[in-house]
């Protein structure tokens, strides 16, 4: 079960700010944070390992909820370059597996 | 310069010939894995290897193969193409020392499967 991103889609202006949150139905070891602009390959943005912790560079930063097995990500005063489809991703520990999951997607557009 | 390196980067093929995406990174990470990619399903995780020699799947590895040998290299096998494995398909290294950490993508390998 893939962890679900809400909103689905958003249209901001530039200087607007967002919020992507990510929802798992599993137990959350930690949570990565990615951007991918059409065709080309994702992007790393961030890593959060421990509950609770936040981080954040430049204008993007992340909080990491491990109780209630949510993550979310800050984008203040967006710009054009912040356009992109923007996946959480997590890792998902069964039975000594180490498989990857990423998340539903949020497609965020940045208008001038 | 560290890179994840896929190729081809576009292939035109038909069902049943037998083909092969390469990957190679130079950063000497242990975890690698292929995903692939579909409009309204987002990025799913076919086959991963955390180590030379120890692989296993993800969430859709049929119809699909891997091999690691090396710890650089991560082959994707489609030993019968079918047009449903037309996608793009991107391979991904990182660390995992305890945990999977930051993942390198490849350029991304467009397949079309006629």
């Known amino acids: 079960q893939q962890p679900v991103q809400s909103p689905q889609a958003v249209i901001l202006r530039e200087g607007e700010d967002a919020v992507i949150n990510c929802s798992s139905s599993k137990a959350l070891y930690s949570v990565h944070w990615y951007r991918q602009k059409h065709g080309e390959a994702p992007i790393f943005l961030m890593i959060l390992l421990k509950g609770g912790e936040q981080k954040g560079h430049d204008k993007i930063s992340a909080s990491f909820n491990e109780k209630k097995q949510q993550s979310s990500l800050y984008l203040t005063a967006s710009q054009l370059s912040y356009s992109g489809t923007y996946f959480c991703?997590?890792?998902?520990?069964?039975?000594?597996?180490?498989?990857?999951?990423f998340g539903t997607g949020t497609r965020l557009k940045v208008l001038a | 310069e560290a890179q994840v390196t896929q190729n081809p980067r576009y292939l035109i093929t038909v069902t049943g010939k037998k083909l092969t995406v390469t990957c190679s990174q130079n950063m000497n990470h242990e975890y690698m894995s292929w995903y692939r990619q579909d409009p309204g399903l987002g990025l799913r995780q076919i086959y991963y290897?955390?180590?030379?020699?120890?692989?296993d799947k993800g969430d859709v590895p049929e119809g699909y193969k891997v091999s690691r040998k090396e710890k650089r290299n991560f082959p994707l096998i489609l030993e019968s193409p079918s047009p449903n494995q037309t996608s793009l398909y991107f391979c991904?290294?990182?660390?995992?020392?305890?945990?999977?950490?930051?993942?390198?993508f490849g350029p991304g390998t467009r397949l079309l499967v006629l």
């Open positions: 991703g997590t890792e998902e520990r069964t039975s000594g597996t180490y498989k990857y999951i």
């Open positions: 991904a290294s990182s660390y995992s020392g305890g945990a999977i950490e930051t993942q390198y």
């Open positions: 290897s955390m180590n030379v020699e120890v692989t």
